[in-house]
Each structure stands twice: as C-alpha cells, then as structure tokens.
Nanobody
Framework: QVQVVESGGGSVQAGGSLTLSCTAS????????ITWFRQPPGAEREGVAG????????YYADSVKGRFTISRNNSKNTVYLQMNSLKPEDTAKYYC??????????????????????WGQGTQVTVSS
C-alpha cells in the first residue's frame, strides 16, 4: 500500500506560478508510475503530466507543454509539478496518482486513470483572470 499526499495548491492570477508537491510513503524509485491529474469543475479527470521512474521519462498533455514541468526528488520520495504561465483554464483540483506496477508500460499509460492504484486527496488550484 502506497500513500500519496499532495500540497502546494492555492489561488493565483493568470500568468503566475505554483509548484505542487506529491510525497509518497514508498520510495519514488520503486513506484514506477506517477502522474498528476486534474479535474476542472463539471469536467472529467484528465492527465496533466506523468513521470516514469525507470529512466525519468516525462510526459505532458498538449495543453500544458512548455508551461508545466514534472520532476522528482528520490531522496525525499517527492514528485513536483512546476506550473508557470498559469491560465484560468488551469483551474481544477489536482490529484497525484501513483502505481507500483511492473515496468514496461507502453502507450498513453500516464493519462489513463484506470492504471493507477494509489491516489491523493487532491489540492485545489484556482487561476483568476
């Protein structure tokens, strides 16, 4: 069982920045898959950015490429989501999801919520215009 806890949400104006943190109860080198998802009000949950522990490969939704950066600090069992140039449409509850499934997933695993067994409670991000 892996527990994940998010922190770092808040309210900012458009163009601002926030950094979200996801701390796992297990080593981030053994938790092979971590993704940040978000769920805007009245909308479905969507994958924002994922990281694969094997090679540290990162993946991004087109809507956040060039603005968001996912990274990890294995010594702190923490994955970060640096969000720059925030837009009102980035307003959502952000969730960290992790899975310790075997290595070697292919395709858009990082954006498929069904593949993640461990979820945090979420942290709210609100961007005002």
């Amino acid at each position: 069982q892996v527990q994940v806890v998010e922190s770092g949400g808040g309210s900012v104006q458009a163009g601002g920045s926030l950094t979200l943190s996801c701390t796992a109860s297990a080593s981030t080198t053994s938790v092979n898959y971590i993704t940040w998802f978000r769920q805007p009000p009245g909308a479905e949950r969507e994958g924002v950015a994922g990281i694969y522990s094997g090679e540290g490969t990162t993946y991004y939704a087109d809507s956040v490429k060039g603005r968001f950066t996912i990274s990890r600090n294995n010594s702190k069992n923490t994955v970060y989501l640096q969000m720059n140039s925030l837009k009102p449409e980035d307003t959502a509850k952000y969730y960290c999801a992790a899975d310790d499934g075997p290595r070697g997933r292919s395709g858009r695993w990082w954006s498929d919520a069904r593949l993640f067994g461990y979820w945090g409670q979420g942290t709210q991000v609100t961007v005002s215009s």
